[in-house]
């Protein structure tokens, strides 16, 4: 297995194999400097300098690789992600410049979910110079956070059931000190009675919990993080078929950004009072299940007309979001994988971002393109709250008439968000149904980069 945190290393002067990062407008110059055997290489490699393209040239006894980005001064994360994927094992060195924000690409585009794999063979790994050693330590945990996302996302539910994220989060808190609190089972049913009967069908083994962790000074502004765990969804007694399950192991895509940003606060030393929640069920069919037209009250008192058991996200996050609010937060973003019409609007690349504040939402999106985690904002409008309406609870979780789909379901979440709160929601997919340099098929980390970004820049200094 990969060392990822060997992968970038300070530059000081050790022996490196060249990177020339040529675009088609620099390209020509570049050539100029080539003898005429390392220029007919090229040219039989067709390289012509468009982004991701790459070639091998010899040079003496040893070779240098050349590649194109789009802008050689304006580097993404992710125009050295292939060549971390595909060039032989060594250590490498930009030539003429530093990798920047690429050194993220370069570790994302080393990773291999084979934990299931009996060929899985360990791969040399491909290590990066930089002289910019102030960003390492900032690059890999930034990196370690979404492979983080990725192999929760990836490992399917019988090995990443609520017990298992609940065993996660107990990993992050005794490597950070937190402080972890967990109520699971039958116990679940006066606090968080909509988590409760959302998860009460599934097998002991996969109890539904509520799991709980602070950490920071209490003096400091108080965040809180929640993200949507379910383990795996069925649809419940409203039964999926099976085309629509066979993903549902990323449901709790929303718990493994939470979790993997919290890691991130806290080895940042952001200076917060970090609060996490993650409602952790399998919505599971049995006898025991909870049924269309069922009536639930909610941890905040408001009861909850039950019209679709697939649409159970939103019922373990509004327990969540309650608590979270009681706590008199300064900031709560959520993340969950909440409404297929969100992936209808925006596709699987952006995740959908809800806010109630006009600058948090600004800031969300400038950190998301800052850090090529872009997020596209989607309204909170109020003429669709009337689509929740029931005539026998005070809200249903699931309108019949399908309009606004994402819309109506973050309008729900904020229902049981605090008056006054500065609240942030990501309808994000958390998963890859293609590869792309740096990002393979799979689960992945979609608006977390964005929401850290946000994050970083309100409460960035380090802890002295």
Same mark, same amino acid.
Request: with cysteine; charged share 25%; net charge negative.
């Given at each position: 297995?990969?060392?990822?945190?060997?992968?970038?290393?300070?530059?000081?002067?050790?022996?490196?194999?060249?990177?020339?990062?040529?675009?088609?407008?620099?390209?020509?110059?570049?050539?100029?400097?080539?003898?005429?055997?390392?220029?007919?290489?090229?040219?039989?490699?067709?390289?012509?300098?468009?982004?991701?393209? &790459?070639?091998?040239?010899?040079?003496?006894?040893?070779?240098?690789?050349?590649?194109?980005?789009?802008?050689?001064? !304006?580097?993404?994360?992710? !125009?050295?992600?292939?060549?971390?994927?595909?060039?032989?094992?060594?250590?490498?060195?930009?030539?003429?410049?530093?990798?920047?924000?690429?050194?993220?690409?370069?570790?994302?585009?080393?990773?291999?979910?084979?934990?299931?794999?009996?060929?899985?063979?360990?791969?040399?790994?491909?290590?990066?110079?930089?002289?910019?050693?102030?960003?390492?330590?900032?690059?890999?945990?930034?990196?370690?956070?979404?492979?983080?996302?990725?192999?929760?996302?990836?490992?399917?539910?019988?090995?990443?059931?609520?017990?298992?994220?609940?065993?996660?989060?107990?990993?992050?808190?005794?490597?950070? &000190?937190?402080?972890? &609190?967990?109520?699971?089972?039958?116990?679940?049913?006066?606090?968080?009675?909509?988590?409760?009967?959302?998860?009460?069908?599934?097998?002991?083994?996969?109890?539904?919990?509520?799991?709980?962790?602070?950490?920071?000074?209490?003096?400091?502004?108080?965040?809180?993080?929640?993200?949507?765990?379910?383990?795996?969804?069925?649809?419940?007694?409203?039964?999926?078929?099976?085309?629509?399950?066979?993903?549902?192991?990323?449901?709790?895509?929303?718990?493994?950004?939470?979790?993997?940003?919290?890691?991130?606060?806290?080895?940042?030393?952001?200076?917060?009072?970090?609060?996490?929640?993650?409602?952790?069920?399998?919505?599971?069919?049995?006898?025991?299940?909870?049924?269309?037209?069922?009536?639930?009250?909610?941890?905040?008192?408001?009861?909850?007309?039950?019209?679709?058991?697939?649409?159970?996200?939103?019922?373990?996050?509004?327990?969540?979001?309650?608590?979270?609010?009681?706590?008199?937060?300064?900031?709560?973003?959520?993340?969950?994988?909440?409404?297929?019409?969100?992936?209808?609007?925006?596709?699987?690349?952006?995740?959908?971002?809800?806010?109630?504040?006009?600058?948090?939402?600004?800031?969300?999106?400038?950190?998301?393109?800052?850090?090529?985690?872009? !997020?596209?904002?989607?309204?909170?409008?109020?003429?669709?709250?009337?689509?929740?309406?029931?005539?026998?609870?005070?809200?249903?979780?699931?309108?019949?008439?399908?309009?606004?789909?994402?819309?109506?379901?973050?309008?729900?979440?904020?229902?049981?968000?605090?008056?006054?709160?500065?609240?942030?929601?990501?309808?994000?997919?958390?998963?890859?149904?293609?590869?792309?340099?740096?990002?393979?098929?799979?689960?992945?980390?979609?608006?977390?980069?964005?929401?850290?970004?946000?994050?970083?820049?309100?409460?960035?200094?380090?802890?002295?």
């Amino acid at each position: 297995m990969i060392d990822r945190h060997a992968l970038i290393q300070p530059d000081r002067g050790q022996q490196a194999i060249a990177l020339h990062l040529v675009d088609k407008a620099t390209l020509p110059d570049f050539l100029k400097g080539l003898n005429t055997g390392q220029r007919a290489s090229l040219a039989a490699q067709k390289f012509e300098g468009g982004g991701y393209e &790459h070639a091998i040239v010899p040079d003496g006894d040893g070779w240098f690789a050349v590649a194109g980005v789009a802008n050689v001064d !304006c580097l993404s994360s992710w !125009c050295l992600a292939k060549l971390a994927d595909v060039l032989p094992g060594g250590t490498y060195r930009r030539a003429g410049g530093e990798p920047g924000k690429a050194m993220h690409g370069w570790v994302t585009g080393q990773y291999r979910f084979d934990r299931y794999r009996k060929d899985a063979k360990d791969t040399e790994p491909r290590i990066l110079l930089t002289k910019d050693v102030a960003r390492i330590d900032a690059a890999l945990v930034e990196a370690t956070a979404v492979l983080m996302v990725r192999d929760l996302v990836n490992t399917p539910a019988e090995d990443m059931g609520p017990a298992q994220l609940e065993s996660e989060a107990r990993a992050l808190a005794r490597t950070y &000190h937190a402080e972890i &609190h967990v109520v699971a089972g039958d116990t679940l049913e006066h606090d968080y009675p909509m988590v409760h009967a959302v998860g009460r069908a599934a097998a002991r083994s996969h109890a539904p919990r509520l799991i709980e962790m602070e950490w920071g000074d209490p003096r400091h502004p108080r965040v809180a993080i929640v993200g949507k765990g379910v383990c795996f969804d069925s649809g419940g007694l409203d039964i999926k078929p099976s085309s629509g399950m066979a993903l549902m192991k990323k449901d709790m895509g929303g718990a493994a950004h939470a979790l993997a940003l919290a890691g991130l606060i806290m080895a940042s030393g952001l200076k917060v009072r970090l609060h996490v929640l993650v409602p952790a069920v399998e919505n599971a069919i049995s006898a025991h299940a909870f049924r269309p037209g069922d009536i639930l009250r909610a941890r905040g008192g408001l009861s909850v007309e039950v019209t679709n058991t697939d649409a159970e996200g939103r019922l373990v996050l509004g327990d969540a979001l309650t608590r979270a609010s009681e706590l008199s937060p300064e900031l709560v973003i959520d993340f969950a994988t909440l409404t297929g019409a969100a992936r209808v609007a925006l596709g699987p690349d952006l995740p959908a971002m809800f806010a109630r504040d006009d600058e948090t939402a600004a800031e969300l999106i400038a950190a998301g393109l800052e850090r090529d985690d872009p !997020c596209w904002r989607l309204p909170l409008f109020d003429g669709y709250r009337e689509y929740l309406k029931s005539d026998v609870a005070d809200l249903q979780n699931s309108p019949a008439n399908g309009f606004a789909g994402a819309s109506v379901a973050a309008l729900f979440l904020d229902r049981f968000v605090g008056d006054g709160v500065d609240w942030a929601h990501f309808d994000t997919f958390a998963w890859r149904p293609a590869a792309k340099p740096g990002r393979p098929k799979g689960g992945d980390a979609l608006g977390l980069r964005a929401a850290w970004g946000l994050l970083k820049a309100r409460y960035g200094q380090e802890r002295q």
